[in-house]
């Protein structure tokens, strides 16, 4: 079913550590995922993709891998900064459609 | 700036009543997509359109509708409003022909709140 699910709701991350957020999903059809971010009052952004032959894809300061065999996606960011804080989706692309997760929010710990 | 853009930016309205919202996607992105996004929820897919044309359909519902225009505007029609429709809804243009990879572009939503 269209179920692109999240571990955890919330997760407040030290200003310069890394954060590392999480997401299931179970569409095997689907064969590419993307990250988005929304921040407070605006439309989500484009982070990153990756594609279902891939299981590493780094970008500037993110990297998002992908374990197909559970599913299971990540996007990691490195040195986290107050400019990181919003909510953050994964999304995936089954069957024709573009089906979004619910969302982690990042807080950032001064 | 996305280069969608979404009218009206906040929309009032009262329980029965129908609203229509508008999207103008990038320039030369043929295909649209709606989405809605209720308070501390997810982004839920309604429907996309690619050069005029329906392409997919999520969990829209019956009271709800869509077309995208020639000029590749689209508008998402919303009547019998509920309480519950209460939310923000997104619209994204993509240059995808199709094969639904490729980045989302989105604008900046349009809230509505019924009373």
């Known amino acids: 079913g269209e179920n692109v699910g999240l571990h955890l709701p919330t997760l407040s991350v030290q200003e310069g550590d890394n954060s590392i957020i999480n997401c299931a999903y179970s569409?095997?059809?689907?064969?590419?995922f993307i990250w988005y971010k929304q921040e407070s009052g605006k439309g989500p952004q484009f982070i990153i993709d990756i594609r279902s032959n891939m299981d590493k894809r780094q970008g500037q300061r993110v990297t998002v891998l992908l374990n197909k065999t559970v599913k299971h996606l990540s996007l990691q960011i490195a040195a986290t900064q107050p400019g990181d804080s919003a909510v953050y989706f994964c999304?995936?692309?089954?069957?024709?459609?573009?089906?979004f997760g619910k969302g982690t929010r990042l807080h950032i710990l001064p | 700036d996305s280069g969608v853009t979404q009218t009206p930016k906040h929309l009032i309205t009262a329980t029965g009543q129908r609203v229509t919202l508008r999207c103008s996607p990038r320039s030369g992105d043929l295909s649209v997509y709606w989405y809605q996004q209720s308070l501390d929820q997810g982004l839920q897919f309604l429907i996309q359109?690619?050069?005029?044309?329906?392409?997919a359909k999520g969990n829209i519902l019956e009271r709800f509708s869509a077309q995208q225009f020639p000029d590749l505007h689209s508008e998402l029609n919303l009547s019998s409003l509920e309480l519950g429709d209460s939310a923000l809804y997104f619209c994204?243009?993509?240059?995808?022909?199709?094969?639904?990879?490729?980045?989302?572009?989105f604008g900046e939503g349009s809230r509505l709140t019924v009373l």
């Open positions: 999304a995936e692309n089954p069957y024709d459609k573009i089906i």
């Open positions: 569409n095997s059809a689907s064969d590419y």
């Open positions: 359109y690619y050069n005029g044309e329906e392409r």
């Open positions: 994204a243009s993509s240059p995808s022909t199709g094969d639904y990879t490729g980045e989302l572009f």
